[in-house]
């Protein structure tokens, strides 16, 4: 253990450590793969007998206490972990193109989607999104709480007229419109700087609603021009775009100047910050509502790459949990009541 450390000896160790990593995640990614595969067959053979011989649903309960007695150790074979497997085969019923998708993400999240999403698009496209952003199960229920499906590659844009076409294509998939601001807690007429100071506090959340590949360089970054002083809102670099990416925030609807000062802004950082191998920089201002028709004349000459989106703070409960909970009047009628009952006696919601 005295021994010098030969030469050479410290990369070799940093490279049998990736290695050893990769493999892991490798193992994993294919028990998941295989653990999907098998699921997804037992669902597709329940779902044939059921269709050739006409079993009932109260097969799957039988079924489920006999690979319980026969399997003791092995978890998933619960009544109800049979039925999404049933649901599984028949939502993605073509073996050679459906399974393979769906292994790519963990089983929990399989279920959220199963639960939550009935178009079969849809369903794919979170796969995917889950997979390139590599999403927990809690991160993407929220992305199904703000209907970010529905949300992305929204928004008014320049991009096609100002961007290369493989850049222009990339740049409005990443857009998204409105944004949502739900985890700041503030009201719709919160003042700028408090949303302002909201993101920064919550950054790896508002990172998150950005998209993939979004890289934070600063806030009211300074840039001086001509003897003079300038502040961008928020600074970023984007990854796979290979640019920088100016975000001028408003919790005001959106206005003509904003698209100028923004063009301004755009044009400082490419002389100012920009490196040679870097693409033109990205504008996007993000407001509280806008006028389609004012916020396209308003690109329409523009020579720099900006969007315009709109963002949205709290809006409340999700529709999924609308009338899942007890009103404001329930909660006053159960905490008077002759018991003088608490909190703790309410009934569950479910």
């Known amino acids: 253990m005295n021994m010098p450390t030969p030469v050479g000896y410290a990369e070799l160790l940093s490279e ?25 067959r037992i669902g597709r053979d329940i779902l044939d007998r059921q269709e050739a011989l006409g079993w009932g649903s109260e097969v ?43 292994a790519q993400i963990p089983w929990g999240h399989v279920r959220l989607l199963l639960d939550r999403v009935i178009d079969p698009a849809e369903r794919d496209w ?7 952003n590599g999403w927990s199960r809690a991160i993407l229920g929220g992305q199904l709480d703000s209907d970010l499906y529905h949300r992305q590659g929204r928004g008014v844009t320049n ?51 950005l998209g993939a590949g979004f890289a934070f360089v600063g806030s009211e970054v300074h840039l001086e021009v001509a003897g003079d002083d300038f502040y961008i809102d928020l600074l970023f670099y984007h ?22 000062k923004l063009n301004f802004y755009l044009s400082a950082v490419d002389d100012l910050l920009r490196h040679p191998d870097d693409q033109p920089s990205i504008g996007l201002i ?23 989106a709109g963002h949205r703070l709290r809006q409340g409960l999700p529709e999924r949990l609308k009338g899942q909970l ?5 909660l006053e009628s159960e905490l ?14 479910e």
Not at 126 to 132: G, K, P, S
């Open 239 to 260: 990854l796979r775009l290979r640019c920088y990416v100016v975000i001028e925030l408003k919790t005001g609807d959106f206005k003509p100047e904003y698209a100028g």
């Open 60 to 102: 799957i309960s039988r079924l489920a206490d006999d690979l319980r007695r026969e399997f003791p150790n092995i978890k998933g074979f619960s009544a109800r972990n049979l039925k999404y497997m049933r649901q599984l085969a028949k939502y993605w019923p073509n073996e050679a193109k459906g399974p393979q998708l769906v």
């Open 336 to 349: 008077r009541g002759p018991r003088g009952r608490g909190l703790d006696d309410l009934p569950d919601p």
């Open 126 to 132: 979170y796969i995917r999104a889950t997979v390139e």
């Open 16 to 40: 049998i450590k990736e290695q050893v990593r990769a493999a892991r995640v490798r193992a994993g990614l294919a028990v998941n793969s295989e653990l999907i595969m098998l699921y997804w």
């Open 326 to 330: 007890p009103t404001v009047e329930q």
């Open 159 to 209: 991009f096609e007229r100002t961007l290369p076409p493989a850049q222009s294509e990339l740049a409005l998939a990443l857009l998204r419109d409105p944004y949502n601001f739900d985890f700041l807690s503030l009201a719709e007429d919160a003042r700028e700087r408090d949303v302002h100071r909201g993101l920064l506090g919550h950054l790896r959340e508002f990172l998150i609603e």
């Open 286 to 308: 993000i407001c509280r509502g806008l006028k389609g028709v004012i916020a396209e004349y308003a690109l329409r000459d523009m020579g720099k790459p900006i969007g315009i």
